[in-house]
T-cell receptor, first 113, second 114 residues
Framework: SAVISQKPSRDICQRGTSLTIQCQVDSQVTMMFWYRQQPGQSLTLIATANQGSEATYESGFVIDKFPISRPNLTFSTLTVSNMSPEDSSIYLC??????????FGPGTRLTVT | AQSVSQHNHHVILSEAASLELGCNYSYGGTVNLFWYVQYPGQHLQLLLKYFSGDPLVKGIKGFEAEFIKSKFSFNLRKPSVQWSDTAEYFCAAHGSSNTGKLIFGQGTTLQVKP
């Protein structure tokens, strides 16, 4: 398995600002992912973070709004740009090793005022 | 379109009652199936998984799930729940063509009364 940490664990941000969330894995992983979990709802995949290349975004999510970096096999960042109250959510990082199962971080609870 | 559906959104049980949470998937081709659990204030944890072979899989904490291909189902069961099983349960699926992507169901909130 993999142990995943995220920073910050929570934040309160003002409308129009940006927040960068960091995700660190305790071992080298093949794939990393970013999800959003809105209150009382399921997980929605934002993008797959690809090491050394641009992230692959799901329908409804764009790079200008959610730029992602993955400089190596253990680390990734997600930035939520030009935030609005609709971006208030829990943002989750996950990673997979050799198989399809994913291991999740504790999440970052974002509130936009 | 690929999808995962969980029938029960909120389940309330008394301790020692039996549990069955429904999950149906819509996928073409080979599919891998998972149940994740999220205890209050904790992160998502893998409960069990099915890739191939015996359709009855056992996971942690006494949970099991049965893959029924003809019904496109992967229901989660536990013969006797405990108060500590109170949590959110998510069914998820991964198809061989998905490039690693998991599709999650809507989640089921389980409340176990002591």
């Amino acid at each position: 398995s993999a142990v995943i940490s995220q920073k910050p664990s929570r934040d309160i941000c003002q409308r129009g600002t940006s927040l960068t969330i960091q995700c660190q894995v305790d071992s080298q992983v093949t794939m990393m992912f970013w999800y959003r979990q809105q209150p009382g709802q399921s997980l929605t995949l934002i993008a797959t973070a690809n090491q050394g290349s641009e992230a692959t975004y799901e329908s409804g999510f764009v790079i200008d709004k959610f730029p992602i970096s993955r400089p190596n096999l253990t680390f990734s960042t997600l930035t939520v740009s030009n935030m609005s109250p609709e971006d208030s959510s829990i943002y989750l990082c996950s990673a997979s090793l050799t198989g399809p199962e994913q291991y999740f971080g504790p999440g970052t609870r974002l509130t936009v005022t | 379109a690929q999808s995962v559906s969980q029938h029960n959104h909120h389940v309330i049980l008394s301790e020692a009652a039996s549990l069955e949470l429904g999950c149906n998937y819509s996928y073409g081709g080979t599919v891998n199936l998972f149940w994740y659990v999220q205890y209050p204030g904790q992160h998502l944890q893998l409960l069990l998984k099915y890739f191939s072979g015996d359709p009855l899989v056992k996971g942690i904490k006494g949970f099991e799930a049965e893959f029924i291909k003809s019904k496109f189902s992967f229901n989660l069961r536990k013969p006797s729940v405990q108060w500590s099983d109170t949590a959110e349960y998510f069914c998820a699926a991964h198809g061989s063509s998905n490039t690693g992507k998991l599709i999650f169901g809507q989640g089921t909130t389980l409340q176990v009364k002591p």
